[in-house]
């Protein structure tokens, strides 16, 4: 049988967006309309909520920019009820904003952290016990896309190589990513294929499945 999973030493990073009309799912706007796309991405916040929730795993949002007014800045966010949440530092790419996350949560005592998006509807909180299980016996546990990218990502210490020289939304960050543990020398464990939804074809994906 698995190891209990200490889940004091583990914490969730989530990145996020503040629900604004025109501000979210850029590329799905493109396909459907901003109204439409805004609708699409408060559904999959509230899905993505919900399996943080039922996992009951220590977690702070990282929001991609910060709440419009001053007096939402020191709110806590309806979307993320009794979750902490930062803003991400300016930087030049998704890697150096999700770096900079890991290296917090590893300088606050985390043994395990893991990452995930608001992409990604087929998310459980069996997925995310899952990962941090995975942790224990490896030191990089992975959530593939079927887009060629990841939905999840999980380390036991910082590891400042994979999140440098990577296309960022493109189908080449996931074969890249193991190619640098590879490298490295590093035991991945791998969860199952989801599909993430960031296009008009992607939704009509994720609608049919």
Not at 76 to 100: F, N, Y
Request: with cysteine.
């Amino acid at each position: 049988m698995p190891t209990p999973v200490d889940f004091s030493l583990n914490h969730l990073l989530i990145f996020a967006r503040e629900p604004v009309l025109g501000r979210v799912k850029t590329r799905l706007a493109a396909d459907i309309g901003p109204e439409a796309a805004l609708a699409v991405y408060r559904e999959l916040l509230g899905l993505t909520a919900a399996a943080v929730a039922a996992a009951q795993v220590p977690a702070t949002v990282w929001l991609a920019e910060a709440p419009a007014s001053a007096a939402q800045a020191t709110q806590p966010r309806p979307e993320w009820p009794g979750l902490p949440w930062r803003v991400q530092p300016v930087a030049e790419s998704l890697g150096e904003r999700m770096q900079h996350a890991f290296a917090e949560a590893f300088a606050a005592g985390a043994a395990r952290v893991v990452i995930i998006g608001t992409d990604c509807p087929g998310l459980t909180p069996e997925l995310l016990h899952a990962a941090f299980e995975a942790l224990q016996h490896h030191e990089v546990v992975v959530g593939p896309a079927d887009d060629g990218g990841y939905y999840l990502l999980g380390l036991r210490e910082l590891q400042p190589a994979l999140f440098a020289n990577k296309n960022w939304s493109t189908a080449s960050v996931l074969p890249d990513t193991l190619a640098d543990t590879t490298r490295l020398g590093l035991r991945v464990a791998q969860l199952p294929v989801l599909h993430d939804v960031d296009s008009g074809r992607d939704l009509a994906t994720w609608r049919n499945l």
